[in-house]
């Protein structure tokens, strides 16, 4: 069974960076689509990026223009570049591979995301 395995979390004050990395134990990645997902407390798991097989690109509106999210199949890795990170930002990130509109690997640990000053 495949496993993705989310990295790169951490605690960080509003208007900084992280970079999050998630590899998965298969080369699955490679001719599927991507996405990352968070899920804040309280909350539902939201989309929050999506990259294509072509590398075409999409985001939610509450982060489109500070994160930017990318891939490499030779690793078997996707990424999500986060700037100007928010409060609202804070929550557990999880990647998945995305078919038909949905995530479809049972979830990681994810990796936890807090902006606090």
């Known amino acids: 069974q495949v496993q993705l395995v989310e990295s790169g979390g951490g605690l960080v004050q509003p208007g900084g960076s992280l970079r999050l990395s998630c590899t998965a134990s298969?080369?699955?990645?490679?001719?599927?689509?991507m996405g990352w997902y968070r899920r804040a407390p309280g909350k539902e798991r939201e989309v929050v990026a999506l990259?294509?097989?072509?590398?075409?690109?999409s985001y939610a509106d509450s982060v489109k223009g500070r994160f930017t999210i990318s891939r490499d199949n030779a690793k078997n890795t996707v990424y999500l570049q986060m700037s100007s990170l928010k409060l609202e930002d804070t929550a557990v990130y999880h990647c998945?591979?995305?078919?038909?509109?949905?995530?479809?690997?049972?979830w990681g640990q994810g990796t936890q995301v807090t902006v606090s000053s």
């Open positions: 998945n591979v995305v078919s038909g509109g949905r995530a479809i690997l049972p």
């Open positions: 298969s080369n699955m990645f490679n001719n599927n689509n």
């Open positions: 990259i294509t097989s072509s590398l075409t690109t």
